[in-house]
């Protein structure tokens, strides 16, 4: 259980930037 969690927080991290760096990005 741990160990999905440490593994779900950084996915679920890596998703949240992509998401604002593809909103930044169809700003410009």
Same mark, same amino acid.
């Given at each position: *259980?741990? @160990?999905? *969690?440490? $593994?779900?927080?950084? =996915?679920? @991290? %890596? @998703?949240? =930037?992509?998401?604002? %760096?593809? @909103?930044?990005? =169809?700003? $410009?």
């Amino acid at each position: *259980m741990n @160990f999905v *969690m440490g $593994l779900a927080i950084p =996915a679920s @991290f %890596t @998703f949240l =930037a992509r998401s604002l %760096t593809n @909103f930044c990005w =169809a700003r $410009l």
